[in-house]
């Protein structure tokens, strides 16, 4: 802890004065006002200048932790694999189970760093109020919204991969303040976060006026969003058999919040949409709420007759080419020259146009299954599904790395014969991909932590606990359904011969294991490399109250060797998070370790047993 507060004193300067730019000239004059570079903390709080300067900070150092957000979601998950000639020990370490304490990717000081500054907000904020006459009750709201929020999901953060970690509510400058705290329960942390979101999701902004702020700032939408995922957490801990032991039926209750909060996404959303349209008078005689469908609010991969309330084509280029999308809820500004996305190098080198550090898990994306329909196999697409070329670079039959295409590309198109993109024939011997590649001047990708393809799936899996009887079920299911269909627009052509067997079937999901596994596939399908699986899977296992099923169905089919010994080492629920790093455990007495780690363990040492 004493090494977190030495970077924290030496970094609010730092970080308040170099404040990152969001992207539009538009949006300057909240992201370039500067203090001096030297703040006497005492003396920084005058006026609503200094408060928005600290705003800026505060998402300075969430755009500082997009490389951390591979590490902790996506490392432990299915989803990749170390590139062969890569020695990076840490991450080799991680990915064969063995979580050493020393392992300095286990450091939490980047988010404890991002909640002392908003609990700086928090705190000054009310001293801005009284002493600056032109900031206003008003104004102060949805600053403080924000910052809780910020603060909210830094926690959530540190719960998803520590499971018990201390929740700081107070802010910090030197060394005279080193706070010795333990750590709170997950319960404990989850019910905090709980009711700080409740606390201001009715006064967040709902609008600042400019697209850049509405997706790269916290808005009302953004607040529900992390509740919908906050209450799912909850409510899947909650529905393990030990812990209804404890807790009762508390879970039920959680999954329809989490399902109300998703609606009331998708209204809010949905009227954005109605009255865009209505603005813009792309319809003529208006449109109503009513009027339109869900399929309406996603961006389609092509062009449709059918679709008139749509003006945008192909997801993939809207969503991460372009970035702050229809879709978008709330994302992480990139613009490439005052920040790049720092996921992108553990990819694909945007300068040497190769593999990085991670690539695709061989098991998992070297064959395709020949329809969605097909359960248990080890495939992630379907031979129809778009996201297969997008999300991963393939080039030749025979490639032995399947690097991720997702921060370093524009868009890309599959050519197949006579130029006809996407059709059902898209075996690894014919066909070819146009990938609009960015370079290292063009590392422009925003990180999304929500879009709507996120809310409609938290929906899906939230009814499939709920729910038992078939309507419910298949109302979930065609939620998954609008996603796969988006990316599979030949899976349901007119002119497809095999289109019941390409296009998901309700038959074959039509039970809550059924749909739980679907929703399962389709996140990993949609949100690969996004930090999101490994995630997935500790919420799937806290929910089963084991392991087991996790190991056995998603995570141990990537690894063609020491899969007995992850399975040793993964045994129980504590297991899936991280060890707390050792620096911090020396410094702060009151902090527990993960009972499961210690330094010299190894999946080696777990083969011998």
Same mark, same amino acid.
Request: hydrophobic share 35%.
């Given at each position: 802890m004493e090494d977190m507060i030495m970077k924290i004193k030496?970094?609010?300067?730092?970080?308040?004065?170099?404040?990152?730019?969001?992207?539009?000239?538009?949006c300057e004059d909240f992201l370039t006002i500067f203090p001096s570079d030297q703040i006497v903390e005492e003396d920084f709080w005058e006026d609503k200048?200094?408060?928005?300067?600290?705003?800026?900070?505060?998402?300075?150092?969430?755009?500082?932790?997009?490389?951390?957000?591979i590490n902790w979601g996506e490392l432990r998950s299915d989803n990749f694999a170390l590139s062969t000639g890569t020695n990076n020990e840490n991450i080799k370490n991680i990915m064969n189970a063995n979580l050493l304490p020393t392992n300095s990717m286990f450091r939490w000081t980047p988010l404890y760093m991002e909640i002392n500054f908003c609990n700086k907000i928090l705190a000054h904020g009310p001293e801005v109020l009284d002493s600056d006459e032109s900031f206003s009750v008003g104004s102060w709201d949805p600053i403080r919204a924000e910052a809780i929020t910020l603060r909210a999901l830094s926690h959530f953060y540190l719960l998803r991969v520590w499971g018990e970690v201390p929740y700081v509510t107070v802010d910090y400058n030197n060394d005279s303040q080193i706070f010795i705290l333990p750590?709170?329960?997950?319960?404990?942390?989850?019910?905090?976060?709980?009711?700080?979101?409740?606390?201001?999701?009715?006064?967040?902004?709902d609008d600042y006026g400019n697209t850049v702020w509405n997706k790269g700032r916290v808005t009302r939408k953004a607040v529900y969003a992390l509740l919908a995922?906050?209450?799912?957490?909850?409510?899947?801990?909650?529905a393990s058999p030990d812990s209804v032991a404890k807790y009762g039926d508390k879970y039920i209750a959680d999954y329809q919040k989490c399902i109300d909060c998703c609606d009331w996404l998708i209204n809010d959303i949905k009227q954005d949409r109605v009255d865009e349209l209505n603005k813009t008078g792309a319809v003529l005689g208006g449109v109503k709420m009513e009027d339109?469908?869900?399929?309406?609010?996603?961006?389609?991969?092509e062009t449709s007759t059918t679709r008139r309330y749509t003006s945008q084509s192909n997801a993939f280029k809207n969503i991460f080419g372009r970035g702050n999308s229809d879709e978008s809820i709330f994302e992480i500004q990139v613009d490439g020259t005052n920040n790049s996305n720092g996921a992108t190098g553990y990819f694909w080198s945007l300068d040497s146009k190769k593999v990085g550090t991670l690539t695709g898990a061989d098991a998992l994306y070297s064959s395709i299954n020949q329809g969605p329909n097909e359960s248990g196999s080890s495939a992630v697409y379907s031979k129809t599904d778009y996201r297969r070329w997008e999300n991963i670079r393939y080039e030749k039959a025979d490639q032995l790395a399947f690097p991720m295409n997702k921060y370093s590309?524009?868009?890309?198109?599959?050519?197949?014969? #006579?130029?006809?993109?996407?059709?059902?024939? +898209?075996?690894?011997? *014919? %066909?070819?991909?146009?990938?609009?590649?960015r370079t290292s001047s063009t590392n422009s990708c925003n990180w999304i932590f929500y879009r709507l393809s996120d809310v409609l799936l938290m929906k899906a899996e939230a009814m499939s606990q709920l729910y038992s009887d078939e309507a419910k079920l298949e109302e979930a299911f065609n939620l998954v359904r609008?996603?796969?269909?988006?990316?599979?627009?030949?899976?349901? #052509?007119?002119?497809?011969?095999?289109?019941? +067997?390409?296009?998901? *079937? %309700?038959?074959?999901?039509?039970?809550?294991?059924?749909?739980?596994?679907?929703?399962?596939?389709?996140?990993?399908?949609?949100?690969?490399?996004?930090?999101?699986?490994?995630?997935?899977?500790?919420?799937f296992a806290q929910r089963k109250g084991s392991t087991h099923d996790m190991l056995k169905t998603y995570l141990l089919r990537k690894y063609s060797e020491n899969s007995s010994a992850v399975a040793a080492k993964l045994n129980v629920i504590e297991s899936l998070f991280s060890p707390i790093y050792t620096d911090e455990v020396?410094?702060?007495?009151?902090?527990?370790?993960?009972?499961?780690?210690?330094?010299?363990?190894?999946t080696k040492k777990t083969d011998e047993q």
């Amino acid at each position: 802890m004493e090494d977190m507060i030495m970077k924290i004193k030496r970094t609010i300067p730092v970080l308040i004065s170099s404040a990152i730019m969001l992207g539009m000239t538009s949006c300057e004059d909240f992201l370039t006002i500067f203090p001096s570079d030297q703040i006497v903390e005492e003396d920084f709080w005058e006026d609503k200048r200094d408060l928005n300067n600290v705003v800026s900070a505060c998402y300075t150092q969430l755009a500082q932790n997009m490389q951390n957000f591979i590490n902790w979601g996506e490392l432990r998950s299915d989803n990749f694999a170390l590139s062969t000639g890569t020695n990076n020990e840490n991450i080799k370490n991680i990915m064969n189970a063995n979580l050493l304490p020393t392992n300095s990717m286990f450091r939490w000081t980047p988010l404890y760093m991002e909640i002392n500054f908003c609990n700086k907000i928090l705190a000054h904020g009310p001293e801005v109020l009284d002493s600056d006459e032109s900031f206003s009750v008003g104004s102060w709201d949805p600053i403080r919204a924000e910052a809780i929020t910020l603060r909210a999901l830094s926690h959530f953060y540190l719960l998803r991969v520590w499971g018990e970690v201390p929740y700081v509510t107070v802010d910090y400058n030197n060394d005279s303040q080193i706070f010795i705290l333990p750590q709170s329960t997950q319960e404990a942390v989850l019910d905090s976060i709980i009711q700080d979101l409740e606390s201001v999701k009715g006064v967040a902004m709902d609008d600042y006026g400019n697209t850049v702020w509405n997706k790269g700032r916290v808005t009302r939408k953004a607040v529900y969003a992390l509740l919908a995922d906050v209450y799912l957490w909850r409510a899947s801990k909650n529905a393990s058999p030990d812990s209804v032991a404890k807790y009762g039926d508390k879970y039920i209750a959680d999954y329809q919040k989490c399902i109300d909060c998703c609606d009331w996404l998708i209204n809010d959303i949905k009227q954005d949409r109605v009255d865009e349209l209505n603005k813009t008078g792309a319809v003529l005689g208006g449109v109503k709420m009513e009027d339109l469908e869900l399929e309406d609010l996603l961006i389609p991969n092509e062009t449709s007759t059918t679709r008139r309330y749509t003006s945008q084509s192909n997801a993939f280029k809207n969503i991460f080419g372009r970035g702050n999308s229809d879709e978008s809820i709330f994302e992480i500004q990139v613009d490439g020259t005052n920040n790049s996305n720092g996921a992108t190098g553990y990819f694909w080198s945007l300068d040497s146009k190769k593999v990085g550090t991670l690539t695709g898990a061989d098991a998992l994306y070297s064959s395709i299954n020949q329809g969605p329909n097909e359960s248990g196999s080890s495939a992630v697409y379907s031979k129809t599904d778009y996201r297969r070329w997008e999300n991963i670079r393939y080039e030749k039959a025979d490639q032995l790395a399947f690097p991720m295409n997702k921060y370093s590309i524009e868009g890309a198109s599959q050519m197949n014969g #006579a130029n006809s993109a996407m059709l059902q024939d +898209n075996t690894a011997t *014919n %066909f070819s991909v146009e990938y609009e590649d960015r370079t290292s001047s063009t590392n422009s990708c925003n990180w999304i932590f929500y879009r709507l393809s996120d809310v409609l799936l938290m929906k899906a899996e939230a009814m499939s606990q709920l729910y038992s009887d078939e309507a419910k079920l298949e109302e979930a299911f065609n939620l998954v359904r609008l996603i796969f269909k988006r990316s599979n627009p030949f899976a349901y #052509a007119t002119n497809n011969t095999t289109a019941k +067997n390409d296009s998901l *079937n %309700f038959k074959n999901f039509n039970t809550p294991d059924g749909i739980e596994h679907l929703v399962m596939t389709e996140r990993q399908r949609e949100f690969l490399g996004e930090g999101k699986r490994w995630f997935d899977l500790v919420r799937f296992a806290q929910r089963k109250g084991s392991t087991h099923d996790m190991l056995k169905t998603y995570l141990l089919r990537k690894y063609s060797e020491n899969s007995s010994a992850v399975a040793a080492k993964l045994n129980v629920i504590e297991s899936l998070f991280s060890p707390i790093y050792t620096d911090e455990v020396k410094v702060n007495y009151l902090l527990h370790q993960n009972s499961v780690w210690n330094e010299k363990e190894t999946t080696k040492k777990t083969d011998e047993q």
